[in-house]
């Protein structure tokens, strides 16, 4: 047993990724920021596989391009040159909107910043994802509170976010990212704005997402605590990525 955040965590409970290709492959990425006066490289030739059902966390100190490469291998940015394929598909071969849908369908993604809207409640942030993909409200609605319920805020299902803690907010967060079944998480710094005890419950929920649903999950951190959890760390430095 390892002490992590105040948590007890189990590694030997963590999901071990079976003998399958990997969920994502980057392929010799680089990402090149112009501004007109300089060129700046982001990311330097980086290849890196994930397996499905790891928890992997990318770790490095500040400006080593830990949240570039999350944008890249999400397809929230284009890379400069090299490849990135999540489930065997080739990011690159799809236009915006194609690659919009596919995050949409596959992806769920969890920010340090919460980004939930205030006006509405735990529960309509949460299905607004669905809603705008087209489905049906009824639908909707019982997706969200069954993803409330899975982390433990189906009772806060009305309450809007000003009325909730930082770790419910968080929550929310993460019941907004898993109402799609999503085959992947993208976590950037998702325990930064919160104190030590509420992260490590934000982090144990998200290991035990991974143990009962071997849901693959990356997480950016600078929390060598948060890292600890990690079935493996990506070290990053200087736009690459200097141990795994």
């Not at 993604?109 to 009824?138: C, D, H």
């Not at 899975?150 to 009305?158: C, I, P, Q, S």
């Not at 993208?186 to 998200?206: C, F, H, Q, R, V």
Request: charged fraction near 25%.
């Amino acid at each position: 047993m390892t002490a992590t955040l105040g948590v007890e965590l189990n590694r030997a409970t963590i999901v071990t990724p079976k003998s399958r290709p990997a969920i994502v492959r980057a392929e010799q990425v680089v990402k090149t920021y112009d501004t007109g006066k300089a060129r700046f490289d982001a990311l330097k030739s980086v290849s890196l596989d994930i397996l499905p059902g790891e928890v992997v966390g990318v770790m490095g100190p500040s400006g080593c391009g830990k949240t570039t490469l999350l944008n890249c291998l999400s397809g929230l940015d284009d890379v400069s040159s090299g490849r990135v394929f999540i489930e065997g598909q080739d990011l690159s071969t799809m236009n915006d909107n194609t690659r919009t849908d596919y995050r949409a369908r596959r992806m769920g993604f969890i920010f340090q910043v919460y980004n939930l809207l205030p006006v509405l409640s735990a529960v309509e942030n949460v299905e607004l994802p669905l809603l705008v993909s087209g489905t049906r409200p009824k639908v909707a609605r019982e997706k969200a509170m069954a993803a409330l319920a899975n982390v433990g805020l189906d009772r806060w299902a009305k309450h809007r976010p000003a009325e909730l803690s930082g770790g419910q907010r968080q929550r929310v967060t993460i019941a907004r990212s898993l109402v799609n079944d999503p085959a992947i998480v993208w976590a950037d710094e998702p325990t930064g704005a919160l104190d030590s005890k509420t992260a490590g419950e934000i982090i144990e929920l998200m290991l035990e997402l991974n143990r009962s649903q071997g849901l693959t999950i990356v997480i950016v951190t600078h929390d060598h605590s948060v890292g600890a959890s990690c079935q493996r760390i990506v070290q990053m430095r200087d736009g690459e990525i200097v141990s795994q």
